[in-house]
């Protein structure tokens, strides 16, 4: 049996612009710039940087696109946030479209209820409604949901 993971330590997302990507997780997600954990190349040119995310456990990174960090794929999805519930996947919706991002109607999913959303680079995240009483007790459904 493998050993256990404590916890999500950063997710990365690859843009084209650095100064463009903090500005957006900032206004989309709440973000905050770390600057002490800017990441610098061996010439001192800033390649990446490091956010703080109100509620993600773990930090996240963005960094300029190269060859070895190309931009994502349209459609990928790195990563889905977690919601408390309903009410507050409805506040996030109301939020997003607040501040323009780019994002879906609220859909039915197989254990809840989802909004994607899609950075200036094509990544798609997704906000998804904790289940009720945890995922054991969540009823897994393959009929009604949205796709």
């Not at 905050?32 to 490091?50: E, K, M, S, T």
């Not at 995310?53 to 960090?69: H, V």
């Not at 909004?115 to 897994?140: H, K, N, Q, S, Y």
Request: net charge negative; hydrophobic share 40%.
């Amino acid at each position: 049996m493998a050993p256990a993971v404590s916890g999500i330590h950063h997710a990365t997302f690859v843009v084209r612009d650095l100064d463009a990507g903090i500005a957006w997780f900032g206004s989309v997600l709440g973000a905050q710039h770390r600057p002490r954990f800017d990441h610098h190349d061996a010439d001192g040119v800033l390649y990446g940087v490091v956010l703080e995310l109100p509620g993600f456990p773990g930090m996240i990174e963005i960094r300029i696109a190269t060859d070895d960090y190309p931009l994502p794929v349209a459609g990928y999805d790195p990563v889905t946030f977690e919601v408390t519930d309903d009410a507050e996947l409805q506040l996030w919706l109301e939020h997003l479209e607040t501040v323009g991002a780019l994002h879906t109607p609220i859909k039915r999913r197989r254990t809840g209820q989802s909004i994607e959303l899609f950075t200036p680079d094509g990544a798609l995240l997704r906000l998804f409604t904790a289940p009720v009483g945890g995922f054991d007790e969540v009823p897994f459904q393959e009929q009604h949901v949205d796709h």
